[in-house]
T-cell receptor, first 113, second 116 residues
């Protein structure tokens, strides 16, 4: 089992719709979770982070965390063409004396005007 | 400080040659990561430094790869006897984490390696 898995893409949604991106992780000791956005040819940039179970909202983005199910999701409301990118789920796998951030394979999102 | 910088941005080399990449993190960041990314894949963890200590190195890395972070400042990643399979984008990221390891990673622009 891979440490971080994401729903396979590409995902296409019409402009204005809700895009739903999913991620599961294998290490129950993981403590913090991140969603990064990566445009083609660019480096990843942080969109949101979440530490506690439940929902966290920031503008059009909502991150959801369920540690019991080892599941993280990202919802993008009112999707815009500028949201077209690859979305990377990252998990901070906390070790005894340090932590290690592992990325999933990414989900490519295309928002159709 | 304008962020994480990587050098060179592009490197083309012949198979069998050695290459070295440099990463200058954000100055107050104590954590530094190296990742490798190929087209259509997420960043693959290579190694991690906390200050000058290399705390983990991916099992996926062969002995041809080595990284250093002298004095806990800049870091170098060296690949010896390059192979065509080493062609990828090498990303450096730094963070200022607390005990919960909640620090956001700030990425450099990456160093793209092409092995002919």
């Amino acid at each position: 089992q891979k440490e971080v898995e994401q729903n396979s893409g590409p995902l296409s949604v019409p402009e204005g719709a809700i895009a739903s991106l999913n991620c599961t992780y294998s290490d129950r000791g993981s403590q913090s979770f991140f969603w990064y956005r990566q445009y083609s040819g660019k480096s990843p940039e942080l969109i949101m982070f979440i530490y506690s179970n439940g929902d966290k909202e920031d503008g059009r983005f909502t991150a959801q965390l369920n540690k019991a199910s080892q599941y993280v999701s990202l919802l993008i409301r009112d999707s815009q063409p500028s949201d077209s990118a690859t979305y990377l789920c990252a998990v901070n796998m906390f070790k005894t004396s340090y932590d290690k951030v592992i990325f999933g394979p990414g989900t490519s999102l295309s928002v159709i005007p | 400080d304008t962020g994480v910088s990587q050098d060179p941005r592009h490197k083309i080399t012949k198979r069998g040659q050695n290459v070295t990449f440099r990463c200058d993190p954000i100055s107050e960041h104590n954590r530094l990561y190296w990742y490798r990314q190929t087209l259509g894949q997420g960043p693959e963890f290579l190694t991690y430094f906390q200050n000058e200590a290399q705390l983990e190195k991916s099992r996926l890395l062969s002995d041809r790869f080595s990284a250093e972070r002298p004095k806990g400042s800049f870091s170098t990643l060296e690949i010896q006897r390059t192979e065509q399979g080493d062609s990828a984008m090498y990303l450096c990221a730094s963070s200022l984490g607390d005990r919960r390891g909640t620090g956001e990673l700030f990425f450099g622009e990456g160093s793209r390696l092409t092995v002919l």
